[in-house]
């Protein structure tokens, strides 16, 4: 189905049987692991490409849009998270970094210091480069030097677009140079490759950049806004469908490009928190999710210390440690997208 990931076929596995949210409150261990069964014919990309991943016959791949207006909404580490568990199943993808603070760039394994010399997205916005000249392959720490071989491992069927402060100036370089505002549907028309999925970052906030973005998805593309089980945060979705009902306004009519972004699913993160007060909050914002959003809500991601240190040691989730719950909850969204056919035709406003 448009939107899904067709997943590989699963073994018989001797997994311990699911613990209940409840009994694992104060715990950030899960057990749980899936063996995958690697058949020849599931290594589809090494010779095609799924339909399911190019809607309506179109040469580039399904695009997920994490956007929010707001910050340390928990984008980066949904994006990451997703697209390094994909990756590990074996489905080629490519996130793009279009924030200045360089989180995801940071997380996929590239500093300031390790770009000098190299391409980064604002080369892509200013079209002095083309995608496979910036994206960069996607790699993690092990080590505290800066030596690719020694210090980093690679990530498997991901590359990285990386950011650099630079990214700061992209609305006014498209307000500067109209022409710049098809930045974005030049990457994906000249696009010839073999990923599934393109994880878009973006900045916490709706200027000219995240808008010639976002007018290039499709109704089978996917919105993606992750927040915090906050009531505050609640609060930013509807601020975010009324942007995507501007974007799909202006766009209406429009051959050039799709223009129909769509909310197709929320992610819920810090569910079920340690503290008294913090109980509160979250109950409150899951009510209200549930509301407003029950159709397009995905599996929760219950809260664990063990999420800050995707900002302490800067290695994607699913690898540092990929036993934790919260890398668990991930790998129940990346379930249900693939099985539970979420990415239909939703719209939530």
């Keep these: 189905m448009a939107g899904a990931l067709p997943r590989p076929k699963r073994a018989s596995t001797k997994s311990q049987p699911e613990v209940a949210p409840e009994e694992v409150l104060h715990t950030d261990t899960d057990r749980s692991r899936d063996i995958l069964d690697w058949e020849p014919a599931s290594m589809w990309w090494l010779h095609t490409v799924d339909s399911a991943f190019r809607p309506k016959g179109r040469n580039w791949p399904l695009i997920w849009a994490y956007i929010i207006e707001g910050g340390g909404s928990t984008k980066t580490t949904s994006a990451t998270s997703m697209a390094v568990t994909a990756a590990l199943d074996g489905f080629p993808g490519v996130v793009f970094d279009l924030d200045s603070n360089m989180s995801a760039t940071t997380v996929l394994g590239y500093d300031e210091t390790a770009l000098k010399g ?89 200027g000219k950049m995240p808008c010639s973005v976002l007018r290039m998805l499709d109704e089978e593309d996917s919105v993606i806004p992750s927040i915090k089980a906050d009531p505050k945060a609640v609060k930013l979705v509807k601020r975010l469908t009324d942007e995507l009902e501007r974007v799909r306004d202006k766009e209406r009519g429009s051959r050039s490009v799709p223009g129909r972004p769509t909310l197709k699913h929320l992610i819920l993160t810090g569910t079920s928190p340690l503290t008294w007060k913090d109980q509160v909050a979250a109950r409150r914002a899951t009510a209200a999710a549930e509301a407003m959003y029950s159709s397009v809500l995905l599996p929760y991601i219950r809260y664990s210390a063990d999420a800050e240190k995707i900002y302490e040691d800067g290695v994607p989730l699913p690898i540092l440690l990929p036993d934790s719950v919260v890398s668990v909850d991930y790998r129940k969204v990346m379930g249900r997208l693939d099985v539970d056919g979420l990415s239909g035709d939703c719209e939530c406003w």
Excluded: H, Q
Aim: zero cysteines; proline letters at 7%.
């Design 118 to 206: 190299k391409k980064t997205a604002i080369d892509l916005l200013y079209g002095r480069a083309t995608l496979d000249e910036v994206a960069l392959p996607a790699r993690y720490r092990i080590g505290d030097g800066d030596d690719p071989e020694e210090d980093f491992e690679p990530i498997e069927n991901l590359r990285v677009v990386p950011s650099s402060p630079a990214m700061a100036g992209a609305d006014l370089a498209i307000a500067e140079n109209a022409d710049r505002n098809d930045w974005f549907a030049e990457i994906l028309r000249s696009y010839d490759g073999f990923d599934t999925v393109f994880y878009v970052d973006f900045p916490a906030s709706y």
